[in-house]
């Protein structure tokens, strides 16, 4: 991301100045205080809104529009309540010219890595919230994107799911080497997860701050309770709570 500015009507700044490189295979979480505009920042990377100004580029290409290199998750999953789970993940491959044996096996194959085995045929009404939040990524994942982009994903889910989800998407991750952007108003998930964590501030800002989480992976419960852990959390929480620009103090102009 190169000097992003967002304005939607041309008198109120949502963000100015985002400036990111993220490197291929990272996890990022975006964190920031309601209504800063970390859905718009996700929404530009995806191309299905343009930045008033600024530049995003994917392996140095500058793309405008949405492709299949950026694939979404968004909150409310999308899912299409008449089709079963396999259908619901081979609608991911529709728009690409595939014959129907390769479509199947394609959506086999993510429909396993998402852990649904035997749930092909299952009707999407009949699958619980966790397991229908594993639709939804395998349906992205079926084509294959280079990054994946997703938008408070857990949010609707209970705390267990929810870590049972968190702990399924760096499987997901180690497994495809996928590049990871996640929007997420857990302190507690952002640091769990990334490698990286973007501070959002509010009133048309520019990011706040950069916190690089270089906490132990594989991660599970074990890293959870480090001190370490709850030390990157409080870091954040402060950093939000002051919200105001540490610029330069870990990553120089933008990160
Ligand atoms: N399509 C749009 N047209 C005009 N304004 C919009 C549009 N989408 C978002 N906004 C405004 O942009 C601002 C940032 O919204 P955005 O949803 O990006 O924030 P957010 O940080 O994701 O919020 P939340 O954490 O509450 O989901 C808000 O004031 C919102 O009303």
């Not at 949502?14 to 996890?27: D, L, P, R, T």
């Not at 600024?54 to 405008?64: A, D, F, L, R, S």
């Not at 852990?115 to 990524?137: C, F, P, T, W």
Request: with cysteine.
């Amino acid at each position: 991301m190169e000097n992003l500015n967002l304005s939607y009507d041309g008198k109120r700044t949502i963000f100015k100045n985002v400036s990111a490189h993220i490197k291929k295979g990272e996890f990022v979480s975006i964190v920031g205080p309601s209504g800063c505009g970390k859905s718009s920042l996700l929404n530009v990377i995806a191309g299905f809104v343009q930045p008033t100004s600024g530049e995003i580029y994917v392996n140095q290409t500058p793309v405008k529009k949405p492709g299949p290199d950026r694939a979404v998750v968004f909150q409310d999953l999308a899912l299409f309540p008449w089709l079963n789970v396999i259908d619901n993940v081979a609608f991911g491959l529709k728009i690409q010219s595939m014959d129907k044996k390769e479509r199947i096996e394609k959506s086999m194959e993510a429909i396993q890595l998402v852990g649904l085995s035997g749930y092909e045929n299952a009707s999407i009404h009949d699958l619980s919230g966790g397991m229908k939040q594993r639709v939804a990524i395998a349906r992205t994942l079926v084509t294959n994107p280079e990054i994946l982009l997703m938008d408070e994903p857990f949010s609707a889910l209970d705390a267990q799911t929810r870590e049972n989800m968190q702990d399924e998407l760096m499987r997901i991750q180690e497994q495809t080497g996928m590049t990871i952007i996640l929007v997420t108003h857990s302190i507690d998930e952002a640091v769990y997860l990334s490698d990286r964590v973007v501070v959002m501030q509010n009133g048309g800002g520019e990011i706040l701050d950069l916190i690089d989480v270089s906490l132990p992976r594989p991660r599970n419960l074990e890293v959870r309770l480090t001190p370490a852990f709850n030390e990157y959390k409080r870091q954040l929480i402060q950093h939000l709570k002051e919200g105001h620009v540490h610029k330069g103090e870990q990553s120089g102009s933008g990160i």
